[in-house]
């Protein structure tokens, strides 16, 4: 909690968004934003918010970069001038922002203190989570045991909304036929690069050796299932840019990545509506214990937690690859970046 | 003085939200927008980030040999707030996949009118539709 | 094996399992007909849940249901009342009837490959906003509410041509929305520490003069204010239900805004006590007044359109304003007129554009100009595709004609009943301007119905309308029975109105 350290970070995240909104060339506005994103990760990291700062790397920095890069690839890189007046739109923009800032700012003279440990979020809920998570659950990281426990019903609409937003992009984009095909730009320029090849051929099962591990020492470690399921699809996006989006989808057709995509939201499911069917409440994961021999229902918590991350983990990957084909392809799946 | 300290990165929270609400609406270029919207989340989260942090507390995963046994007393005041960072894990993942849909959107909107600013689309959609009133000939449908 | 207690869960759940299903059945087996069947099924069983729901809430009182088994506030409750087990009800019967309607327009306006996901995501948005109804907790609020919002930004883009930029700035707008329900609850957890509804209403009387506080409610306010729709925030609506797909207007038009509206009303009564609503902020007066600008803008705006669908949304603009207006009369009156209208406005929106939707199925016209407007040289056909279909559709334009009626406020139909209510009790609060504004849009929807009768009625219709030789120039009954149902619906809705309040909602309006 140095705080001056924490002010650095947070004005050069202020001059970054400010660069972003300015700057007339996409691509640079994608890279910059990747750089914000990156300082947000330092700034929580310094916070204590490890599980966040791990997905917004791997989220915002990583995959929200590529995705941008994808887009302004196959459309237009440079912003062009407003034609002419059209509509007051700077107007209603200037207003707005001033009004939601200065709504803003006299709230926060309420405030309790920054990182005042007699704050009312800290002494309400959280130091019931903080003394008994583990002992309700036996989980060592509690942002996992509460997101996948306490607050499990959450994470389960969460999930589908990533899965919502992948089936978006695919009915939005998706093609069947490739008469109509939009040629995408080939970022190596049809030259195929060895040293980008043989590099990320040998580091990717490295990275899905992590991701795989990410996700199953979630309960110990910072991670989980989100941020394992967006390096397992990283993985597939680095190979897509390295090599060529045809390599992916032979390995990982679109059909496949659609089944595992829902298969990883029915899992989830499926473990709220065994314990349904077992008598409890939805999603409650005390009463499996009646299933998994020589288990307690603590136990019972922290392998539901797991087979809950593990679903969590399938969709996001299937659905990060999906974006990403569609995007860099147009919906085609003919080339990619 | 006492203010500034304690409050500062409050301030600069409404200043990002500021500039990304600026940006998603006084912008012309559709991806700006967009981006606009991402500093605007993004600057959400970190507000409710920030209500976690606690002095002199630790990241909230509890230390191993602590609790186990149940000998060891794990007290609230040594880790940070693990709620706020439960809920913007899911505000994250909402925020992606809300870009991923407005990507889509663009890159779709690109396709079309082969130009991502907001008024040269306006251009061609109102002249599409003078040119749809004029065209009037039989069977012609108007919203089709 | 699944007990009673479960029922409430299960609105969600079935839809949810059923959506993955629907998704299942179509990328295994390819054929796009069992879609149709599979979602039909499974919103039936959410029917019949919420129904059961409903009437198991007026024999017990409220419901409390703990997702996972953990105490509230630690885990996430569901509580159920009066008020959203009545609005989960309408949800369900709505999207179900709307389904099973929109079933041949969808085989016309969808391509075949992606009929399927559509109906699965269609699945989902109505999961979405059961789930928005059903939930006690800010944040699991937030999360179900940009589901709903995702999934209608897919639903629209899928339509004509320009509803890919309807659908670019409903996001927008709509992300802004949610955003700031978001920063609303945020600022409400930092003053707190709680998300739970009920320990929200519990905490925050000794926080009343805190500016946090202040600013929280203005925030959700606002947010939820730009999801319904208010005028002058509404300029997303009129685009993005006019040229999305049939089904998706016929969902979403009747549905969105109004559960929008019940979370409104769920922030006032449950978070943010009447207490604090009505006596401590001294806004209620201001609100009803820019609840009158919204009526008449809205009322004056749909005047202006040459197109049904087009005129239909602003209709709903204005709507959006009587029930706001209503809310902030503080009596109990309005708040029964609103909760009332919540019903049949939902109703009167889904006949209306079943109806339409039939009409474009039939003729693909929906223009609103009367032929005779035009220069004697041009085509006959140009003119409006309503021409004379009181002799060629003679059951759509009866039930087009019940729901007008009923928008305009004509007892016996529903509409009436509710404008009655929310008259009442702007008298009661001495409000006349709302009053003179509920009266006046009565009186431009009649000018706006009976300018369309006179071209449905007097209008000879125009010879070449694409409709093939020999085929019934009636809709199909796929299109017509649900169209029929809802259309009765309306004047028995109308009827009981009265046992309706006796039975549900008084008991849903907090006593103050």
Redesign the interface.
């Known amino acids: 909690?140095i705080?001056s350290f924490?002010?650095l970070i947070?004005?050069f995240?202020?001059i970054c968004?400010?660069f972003?909104?300015q700057v007339k060339d996409?691509l640079g506005?994608?890279i910059v934003?990747g750089v914000?994103?990156f300082l947000?990760c330092l700034?929580?990291t310094e916070?204590?918010?490890?599980?966040?700062a791990f997905?917004?790397a791997a989220?915002?920095a990583g995959?929200?970069t590529v995705?941008?890069i994808?887009?302004?690839h196959?459309?237009?890189r440079q912003?062009?001038p407003?034609?002419?007046w059209?509509r007051p739109?700077?107007a209603?923009?200037?207003i707005?922002?001033?009004l939601?800032?200065g709504?803003?700012?006299?709230?926060?003279?309420?405030?309790?203190?920054?990182?005042?440990?007699s704050?009312?979020?800290?002494?309400?809920?959280?130091?019931?989570?903080?003394?008994e998570?583990?002992?309700d659950t036996s989980v060592?990281?509690?942002?996992t045991?509460?997101?996948a426990?306490?607050?499990?019903?959450?994470?389960?609409?969460?999930t589908?909304?990533?899965f919502?937003?992948?089936?978006?992009?695919?009915?939005?984009?998706?093609q069947?036929t490739k008469e109509s095909a939009?040629v995408g730009i080939d970022l190596t320029g049809g030259y195929e690069d060895t040293i980008i090849r043989v590099v990320s051929r040998a580091l990717v099962p490295f990275m899905q050796i992590f991701a795989l591990y990410v996700v199953g020492h979630g309960h110990?470690?910072?991670g989980g299932g989100?941020q394992g399921g967006v390096l397992l699809g990283a993985t597939f996006v680095l190979l897509a840019i390295s090599f060529d989006l045809k390599m992916v989808l032979g390995r990982m057709s679109e059909?496949k990545n659609?089944?595992l995509a829902?298969t990883g939201?029915?899992l989830y499911?499926g473990i709220?509506?065994l314990s349904?069917?077992l008598?409890?409440?939805?999603?409650?994961?005390?009463i499996l214990h009646t299933l998994l021999p020589s288990t307690g229902p603590v136990v019972a918590r922290s392998h539901a937690i797991l087979g809950v991350e593990i679903g969590v983990a399938i969709t996001?990957m299937a659905i990060i690859i999906l974006?990403y084909t569609?995007?860099s392809s147009?919906g085609t799946n003919e080339k990619g970046l | 003085m006492e203010l500034l300290i304690s409050s500062y990165n409050y301030w600069i929270y409404i200043i990002l939200m500021m500039i990304g609400l600026y940006a998603m609406l006084a912008k012309n270029n559709l991806i700006k927008k967009i981006i606009g919207m991402s500093i605007f989340q993004t600057a959400i989260i970190v507000f409710y980030v920030s209500i976690s942090a606690k002095k002199d507390a630790t990241i909230p995963i509890i230390e191993h040999g602590k609790g186990h046994g149940h000998s060891a007393v794990i007290s609230a005041m040594d880790y940070a707030n693990p709620l706020p960072h439960v809920l913007m894990l899911t505000a994250i993942v909402v925020s992606v996949g809300t870009l991923g849909v407005a990507l889509a959107l663009a890159q779709k909107i690109y396709d079309r009118y082969k130009t991502l600013e907001e008024d040269e689309i306006l251009e061609q959609l109102q002249e599409q539709a003078v040119s749809d009133s004029v065209m009037t000939s039989s069977g012609c449908d108007n919203d089709k | 094996m699944i007990s009673e207690e479960q029922i409430p869960v299960l609105i969600i759940v079935v839809p949810l399992l059923g959506a993955l299903l629907v998704n299942l059945a179509g990328l295994l087996t390819g054929r796009a007909g069992i879609s149709l069947i599979l979602t039909v099924a499974v919103l039936s069983l959410a029917l019949a849940a919420s129904v059961q729901t409903l009437l198991l809430v007026m024999e017990k009182g409220a419901i409390s249901y703990r997702l996972g088994g953990w105490p509230p506030p630690f885990g996430i409750e569901y509580v159920i009342d009066h008020l959203n087990s009545l609005v989960l009800v309408v949800v369900n019967a709505v999207s179900l009837i709307a389904v099973v309607f929109s079933g041949r327009s969808v085989k016309a306006e969808i391509p075949s490959h992606k009929i399927s996901l559509f109906y699965c995501i269609l699945i989902l948005l109505i999961t979405g906003l059961s789930g928005m109804t059903i939930t006690g907790d800010a944040f699991n609020l937030y999360v179900l509410l940009e589901i709903s919002a995702l999934t209608g930004y897919a639903l629209i883009a899928v339509g004509e041509d320009r509803a890919l930029m309807a659908s670019f700035n409903y996001l927008i707008l709509g992300t802004i929305g949610a955003s700031l329900y978001l920063l609303g609850t945020g600022h409400l957890y930092i003053m707190t520490g709680s998300l739970n509804m009920g320990d929200l209403s519990s905490l925050l009387p000794s926080l009343y003069g805190s500016g946090a506080i202040l600013t929280s409610f203005i925030l959700i306010t606002v947010g939820i204010l730009i999801k319904m729709a208010f005028f002058p925030l509404h300029t997303w609506l009129p685009n993005s239900y006019s040229y999305a797909p049939t089904a998706t207007s016929c969902i979403a038009a009747p549905l969105v805004t109004k559960v929008s509206v019940y979370v409104m009303l769920r922030s006032m009564f449950t978070i943010f006590t009447p207490a604090y609503v009505y006596s401590y902020l001294n806004i209620s007066s201001l609100i009803v007044w820019l609840a009158v600008i919204a009526i008449v803008g809205g009322s004056l705006l749909a005047l202006a359109q040459r197109d049904l669908k087009r005129m239909l949304t602003y209709l709903i603009v204005a709507e959006v304003g009587y029930m706001v207006g209503g809310a902030w009369l503080a009596n109990r009156l309005g708040l029964t007129g609103t909760i009332l209208h919540i019903v049949n406005d939902a109703l009167m929106t889904l006949c209306l554009f079943m109806a339409a939707g039939t009409i474009a199925y039939r003729t693909g016209n929906l223009s609103l100009i009367a032929s005779r407007d035009r220069h004697g040289s041009w085509d006959k056909s140009s003119g409006s595709g309503l021409a004379g279909l009181f002799k060629i559709m003679p059951f759509t334009m009866a039930a087009f004609t019940i729901a007008a009626l009923s928008m305009i406020g004509v007892p016996p139909t529903a509409g009436f009943f509710s404008k009655w209510y929310l008259v009442l009790g702007a008298i009661e609060a001495e409000q006349w301007g709302y009053m003179a504004a509920l009266i006046f849009s009565s009186l431009v929807n009649a000018v706006l119905f009976f300018r369309i009768f006179e071209i449905a009625y007097f209008e000879k219709s125009s010879g070449d309308m694409g409709i093939k030789r020999g085929e019934s120039l009636e809709a199909p009954l796929s299109m017509l029975a649900p169209l029929g149902i809802v259309a009765v619906s309306l004047i028995i809705l109308g009827i009981y109105s009265g046992d309706i309040v006796t039975h549900i909602i008084q008991f849903a309006v907090p006593l103050s």
């Open positions: 909690m705080w924490d002010l947070l004005l995240m202020v968004a400010f972003v909104i996409l506005a994608a934003f914000y994103s947000m700034l929580w916070m204590g918010a490890v599980d966040v997905t917004e989220v915002g995959v929200s995705l941008f994808a887009a302004v196959r459309s237009s912003v062009k407003r034609k002419r059209r739109n700077k209603v923009g200037l707005a922002a001033g939601l800032g709504v803003l700012f006299y709230a926060s003279v309420d405030f309790p203190d920054w990182a005042d440990p704050s009312p979020a800290s002494t309400h809920l959280s130091p019931y989570f903080i003394t998570a583990l002992a060592p990281n509690l942002v045991a509460v997101l426990d306490y607050r499990s019903f959450d994470t389960l609409f969460e589908a909304v990533i919502v937003a992948g089936m978006a992009v695919f009915m939005i984009l998706g069947k939009q110990h470690s910072p989100f059909k659609l089944l829902n939201v029915l499911s709220g509506v349904l069917l008598g409890a409440n939805f999603l409650d994961y005390s996001v974006i569609n995007l147009g």
